[in-house]
């Protein structure tokens, strides 16, 4: 059965890419959103992370970019079994420690339900802006990445690398999966190998499937490895076949995980196109559902 994530809306806004109703939309049309993917069975919800995005480069990046932490909290009180995904995480704005303690945290809040999406980033100014170090970030990603999976689910996390060293410090709480799941993201050949030699998945974005394709023949992948490939501007009410299709393409060039973006006109069209998808795709939630809020 394929398994299809939700590439939020509201929280991230591409230009050509949000509709107009997420303009006004706020937390609680989200978590309308939020509800009806996880009853649906879908498998999980993004939210990516920009501080502050410089006004020149918004016109192509967007300037709305919504907390993840702070939304992930909200959202894992009304939701029971979806993931949470951060899509992505950018390694050089944060201490390893501080990702495993506030991440770790909503791990515990949410029943394990977390999935760290982390990058080495791009945007220069926003490194400048942090006081980020922007020349070498990669190397810089690689010592924190094997820092956070040290820590991310230890009382008593030590690590000794070439950029990162700690012991002797508690961190309570942390994360209750004995391994929270790590996707990188990237486009580039270094991306998808920092991905397989340190992590549990590949989130690519900006490629084409022909080259996603050789990319992946090129790289002998971890067993379990996973690889989320988007299917997007799906409307899966009106062109069931073109969804069926898109979703069907992004599964042949190698996902395991397809993360979907649908059309929309309102949170009431958003929510009838996901249960639609849903349908098409016989996506079915566990039946170990009840009411209520929390935890899975």
Request: hydrophobic letters at 45%; a negative charge.
């Amino acid at each position: 059965m394929v398994r299809i994530g939700v590439t939020s809306p509201i929280v991230t806004r591409l230009p050509g890419v949000a509709g107009e109703w997420e303009a006004s939309a706020g937390i609680a049309e989200l978590a309308e959103i939020a509800v009806a993917a996880d009853e649906l069975g879908f498998e999980y919800l993004t939210c990516s992370e920009h501080v502050a995005v410089p006004t020149g480069v918004a016109a192509t990046r967007g300037g709305t970019y919504w907390d993840p932490l702070s939304t992930f909290g909200f959202l894992a009180a009304r939701t029971r079994r979806i993931r949470l995904l951060t899509q992505v995480l950018v390694l050089g704005y944060h201490h390893p420690l501080e990702i495993a303690k506030r991440y770790g945290t909503l791990d515990a809040i949410s029943g394990g339900r977390v999935t760290l999406g982390v990058g080495v980033g791009s945007l220069r100014e926003e490194f400048d802006l942090l006081g980020a170090r922007f020349a070498g970030r990669g190397e810089l990603a690689d010592d924190a990445l094997r820092a956070i999976r040290a820590a991310m689910s230890q009382r008593e996390p030590s690590y000794d690398g070439t950029h990162h060293r700690f012991g002797g410090m508690l961190v309570e709480p942390h994360a209750v999966q004995p391994s929270v799941p790590v996707w990188v993201g990237g486009r580039t050949v270094r991306s998808l190998r920092r991905a397989t030699q340190l992590g549990d998945g590949w989130v690519p974005f900006g490629l084409d499937r022909e080259r996603l394709r050789e990319m992946l023949s090129d790289v002998d992948l971890p067993a379990d490895f996973e690889v989320i490939l988007p299917a997007g501007g799906l409307d899966p009410a009106d062109d069931p076949d073109g969804a069926r299709a898109d979703v069907a393409a992004a599964s042949a060039a190698g996902a395991t995980v397809v993360g979907v973006t649908v059309v929309a006109s309102s949170v009431d069209h958003y929510i009838d196109q996901l249960t639609a998808l849903a349908e098409l795709f016989d996506l079915a939630a566990p039946a170990t559902k009840s009411s209520g809020g929390g935890h899975p």
